[in-house]
């Protein structure tokens, strides 16, 4: 379980600043919604945490390291995106594996990381399928399960259920909060629902134009007047 500083963060596309001066932490084991309105800056924070967004000043901390200073498959941190990027010509077993495979990790142990990636995320009767067989939230399942066989310490989600009707909405809230109970690392999702939010998460923060509004508990903000 790694926590995340975030220090003094601004990040500006040419002229235009998106944030401006952000300060967070994040406790280890955490699931921290990120809510605010399109446009805040969310996305933005969620890939300079994962390190694929330059910061402009400032610096992210995870696990005592700043986020630049490892290469991407050596943070420990993997993203799980609204559109699923599947790919398309592949079977949901090697859609999952095929990560591990170019890391060149053993075959017996992607086989292992798939089987129980799969048994987790009850896909194990669909590993033979290609996408286009699954439901939509099978495929977000397969998403999931891409990020999970790099048993990663920390997960980003960002707005991953945004595609899926109410009902399965809700079914996978469900999910994805048995898959931090289980797994115990740490989470943050990032949506524009406050329904998400105040289901979802342990911490809330509220961000509005790149700055942070209110953090909290979500009782505590819900019961602020
Ligand atoms: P959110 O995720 O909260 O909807 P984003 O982080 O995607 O917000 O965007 C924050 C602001 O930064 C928006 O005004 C957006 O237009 C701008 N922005 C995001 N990415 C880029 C980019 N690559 N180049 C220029 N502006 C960008
Ligand atoms: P090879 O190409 O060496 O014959 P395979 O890719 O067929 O190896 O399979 C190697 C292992 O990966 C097998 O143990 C199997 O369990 C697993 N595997 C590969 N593809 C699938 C798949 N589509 N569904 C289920 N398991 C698979």
């Known amino acids: 379980m790694f926590d995340i500083k975030i220090d003094n963060v601004t990040k500006s596309y040419g002229a235009t600043q998106v944030i401006p001066g952000l300060s967070l932490e994040l406790a280890a084991g955490s699931f921290t919604v990120l809510l605010g309105p399109s446009g805040c800056g ?49 079977t949901v077993y090697n859609n ?10 053993p075959k017996a142990e992607i086989d292992e990381r798939v089987r129980k990636a799969a048994a987790i995320l009850q896909l194990t009767d669909y590993l033979k399928r290609k996408p286009a067989e699954l439901s939509g939230g ?45 797994l115990g690392a740490t989470m943050i999702y990032v949506t524009h629902d406050q329904v998400e939010a105040m289901t979802m998460a342990d911490t809330i923060v509220v961000l509005n134009k790149g700055c942070v509004e209110q953090t909290g508990a979500p009782l505590d903000l819900y019961n602020k007047p």
Do not use: C, W
């Open 42 to 90: 969310k996305s933005t924070l969620l890939r300079m945490i994962a390190g694929l967004e330059e910061v402009t000043t400032g610096a992210i901390f995870i696990d005592g390291a700043d986020v630049t200073d490892n290469e991407p498959s050596e943070r420990g941190i993997a993203m799980v995106f609204q559109s699923y990027a599947l790919y398309p010509h592949m």
């Open 96 to 105: 999952m594996a095929y990560g591990l495979q170019i890391a060149r990790m």
């Open 138 to 182: 099978q495929r977000q399942r397969v998403a999931i399960g891409r990020a999970i066989v790099r048993d990663p310490k920390v997960f980003l989600f960002d707005e991953p259920l945004s595609n899926l009707d109410a009902a399965l909405r809700n079914q996978m809230r469900i999910e994805l909060a048995q898959l931090h109970a289980r």
